[in-house]
């Protein structure tokens, strides 16, 4: 059984800075691909970004230059670097894992339980 447990949400004024963290445990775990997806109320889940072995990082076009994904392979841990929050960032953010390819399809596995993130004054 695969776990994903997020950390680092919360409120920041906009034009501030967050980092989200993802640590995946269990026993087979070997996704080759992370990434993060967002949900704001009333709105339909999205990616935010994602990274899968063999290629760069993908975002979203909404979040392309100020947010920046990463990989610890050693800790299996993924991390979402947000910079330049804007109030249309607030939302609940998910973690996942799962199977990815070199040329992009990316089939999540794993999902972690959310963190809010609230960008507001």
């Known amino acids: 059984q695969v776990q994903l447990v997020e950390s680092g949400g919360g409120l920041v004024q906009p034009g501030g800075s967050l980092r989200l963290s993802c640590a995946a445990s269990g026993s087979a775990f070997s996704a080759n691909a992370m990434g993060w997806y967002r949900q704001a109320p009333g709105k339909e889940r999205e990616l935010v970004a994602r990274i899968i072995s063999g290629r760069s990082p993908d975002y979203a076009a909404s979040v392309k230059g100020r947010f920046t994904i990463s990989r610890d392979n050693a800790k299996n841990t993924v991390y979402l670097q947000m910079n330049s929050l804007k109030p249309e960032d607030t939302a609940v953010y998910y973690c996942?894992?799962?199977?990815?390819?070199?040329?992009?399809?990316?089939?999540?596995?794993?999902w972690g339980q959310g963190t809010q993130v609230t960008v507001s004054s």
């Open positions: 996942n894992a799962g199977r990815g390819t070199p040329w992009g399809r990316y089939d999540v596995d794993y």
